[in-house]
């Protein structure tokens, strides 16, 4: 199926890890806000699961878009991960200390000493997540989502993170997704991961019409790049690539931080340095060219950017606006710093 005949994406699109409390928590005003601006901005691609926040993310996302002529907009969320009552947790005790901790530091609900889930979202413990790939777990989780996020429909349905489900996830939750956008229930449907290899099986194998890609077509890594868009382009499967700062190396004009969640390998911190300077050699900054880089390619129809302020969505937006010269691609291609 052409997704360009049923859905129109913007260049960028909105993430909402950061609003379901990602690492740290942001307020209910603080959430909305980011939202907005996203919107004002002309972002219309927003993306959110279950899994941000235990559906924070979702009742955030809904309640900020309520207001907006709902066609004027495209919704994405996914499936595969449902949330049910914790029990209390669901952890034993052994190995805890006086304070109730255990060796990682995590109490009995699995919250560190920053109040983080095990998934590193700052969320009360009251919920925890089910892996469910079946199709009654699909459904489950759609209209669970739905009454979350208080809206009418969703537009994208992704399969979230089967990397270890594979075979239910290709012989039950892509069938169930097939017959709901039949159905005309969803008008797109597709996976999102943060590997490549998977996201290619799913393209030659079924019949998607978007795939999100996480952290795998960046200026640090083009793995994607080469294995899974020129598929893409082949089988008319658009591209939606996310986590293109590679969770923080490559957000700031200096790199420091993190590379895909953990600390940043010294070769990898290495490499964006010497990415920076050359685009500073080009006035451009090492976040322009992050947000810029993955729109070259043809397979890529947005980049999703997650945010949790008013101020991160105008940060990124200006820097997108801003004209990026062709000699800088052709120096990091000529220096070896990117690939293509």
Known sequence: MDLTLTLSLSRYGFGGAPIGNLFTAVDDDAARAAVDAAYEAGIRLFDTAPHYGLGLAERRLGAALASRPRDSYVLSTKVGRLLVPSGGGG???????????????????????????????????????VRDYSRDGVRRSLEESLERL????????????????????????????????????VRAIGAGMNQWE????????????????????????????????????????????????????????????????????????ARARAIAAVCGRHGVTLPQAALAFPLRHPAVASVVVGARSAAEVARNAALAARPVPEALWTDLTAEGLVSC
């Open 198 to 269: 998977m996201l290619a099986r799913f393209v030659r194998e079924t019949d998607p019409d978007v795939v999100m890609l996480a952290g795998r077509h960046t200026l640090l890594d083009q793995s994607g790049t080469r294995g899974l868009l020129p598929l893409c382009r082949e089988r008319g499967v658009r591209v939606l690539a996310a986590g293109v700062f590679n969770s923080g190396l490559l957000a700031t004009d200096e790199p420091s931080g993190t590379y895909d969640y953990a600390p940043a390998p010294g070769s990898l911190l």
């Open 150 to 185: 208080g809206l009418d429909r969703i537009d994208v349905a992704l399969i979230h993170d089967p990397d270890e489900h594979w075979e239910r996830a290709v012989s039950e939750a892509y069938p169930a997704l097939a017959e709901l956008r039949d159905q005309g229930v």
């Open 91 to 129: 952890r034993d005790s052994a190995g805890r200390d006086s304070a109730g901790r255990d060796s990682a530091g995590r109490d009995s609900a699995g919250r560190d000493s920053a109040g983080r889930d095990d998934e590193g979202f700052d969320v009360p413990a009251g919920l925890r997540r």
